[in-house]
């Protein structure tokens, strides 16, 4: 059964400082991996997501992450943070048949930012 | 157009009671799904609506968690006899096709439950 982890719990940055977000999956095909964003009393909101090809995927607000098979793992970055992106952020990871619908979240990373 | 919405947006109940919670989807949206955040915890899959039927709701926790669609649209969770580790954020969310691995889901605010 696919799974995900992301290792870090909570992680603080400066403003301007580039991010760096953990993910590894466990999955045996080829997964398709997804970043939600969530704000603090906001619904959660897509910021890219892997299905196949480039494996250099670009998202919104600047965000992207990279699929690296090898490794297991689909992490996300962004070069230079900004106040606005604190948040908590969740990796996922759905199974590759169209009779499978769910979607397996981590638990999450809450990023914080140092003015 | 308008999101997912939910209501309501906070509920405290006690233990012992039934809770009803609502999600509207996205208009024209034929997919479904409900989960569960708990505090510091991911989110967990509850069950997932193709129009009407419930094709997977493998995530409920115990018998007494139901759900139902209808019109291919609205959607109530109901929690009978509510328990203190019912309390949670449920969240709703719908795509526009239901291949839930490759559509993407768009969420709702969530409705905070809390059982005493």
């Known amino acids: 059964a696919q799974s995900v982890t992301q290792p870090d719990i909570h992680i603080t940055v400066s403003e301007g400082a580039s991010l760096e977000l953990r993910c590894n999956y466990s999955?045996?095909?080829?997964?398709?991996l997804f970043w939600y964003v969530q704000s603090p009393g906001q619904g959660l909101q897509l910021l890219l997501k892997?299905?196949?090809?480039?494996?250099l995927v670009q998202g919104i607000k600047g965000f992207e992450a990279e699929f690296k098979r090898s490794q297991s793992s689909f992490n996300l970055r962004k070069p230079s943070v900004h106040w606005s992106d604190a948040a908590e952020y969740f990796c996922a990871v759905g199974a590759g048949y169209s009779s499978a619908s769910k979607i397996i979240f981590g638990s999450g990373t809450r990023l914080s930012i140092r003015p | 157009g308008a999101g997912v919405s939910q209501s309501p947006s906070n509920k405290v109940t006690e233990k012992g009671k039934d809770v009803e919670l609502r999600c509207d989807p996205i208009s024209g949206h034929t997919a479904l799904y409900w989960y569960r955040q708990s505090l510091g915890q991911g989110l967990e899959f509850l069950i997932y609506?193709?129009?009407?039927?419930?094709?997977?709701k493998s995530g409920l926790p115990s018998d007494r968690f139901s759900a139902e669609r209808t019109g291919g649209s609205v959607s109530t969770l109901t929690i009978q006899r509510t328990q203190q580790e019912d309390s949670a954020v449920y969240l709703c969310?719908?795509?526009?096709?239901?291949?839930?691995?490759?559509?993407?889901?768009?969420f709702g605010p969530g409705t905070r439950l809390t059982v005493l």
């Open positions: 609506f193709q129009g009407n039927s419930a094709p997977d």
């Open positions: 969310a719908s795509s526009l096709h239901g291949e839930a691995n490759t559509d993407t889901q768009y």
């Open positions: 892997y299905f196949s090809g480039d494996t």
């Open positions: 999955y045996g095909a080829t997964p398709y």
